[in-house]
C-alpha cells in the first residue's frame, strides 16, 4: 500500500484542491511505480502558518 502524505499551509487546503491534488499524486505514483490505483493511499494536511518554520523561522 503506497501512502502519500503532504502537509500545505491550511488555506491551500479546501474542498475543491483536496480532490485534485489526490488525484494528480495518484496518478502520478501510480504511472512512475505501476502500483494499481486502487491501493494508493493519499493524506492531506492542513497546517497553520504559526506552526510551520523554514530556514529557523516561524512562518505566518
Known sequence: MPLI???LY???V???SVPKIVEAL???L????GASR???WVIVQGV???HWGTAGKVGG
Request: net charge negative.
Open 5 to 7: 502524505e503532504v502537509k
Open 10 to 12: 491550511d488555506h491551500r
Open 14 to 16: 479546501t474542498d475543491e
Open 26 to 28: 495518484t496518478d502520478a
Open 30 to 33: 501510480a504511472e512512475s511505480t
Open 38 to 40: 486502487e491501493h494508493i
Open 48 to 50: 497553520s502558518p504559526k
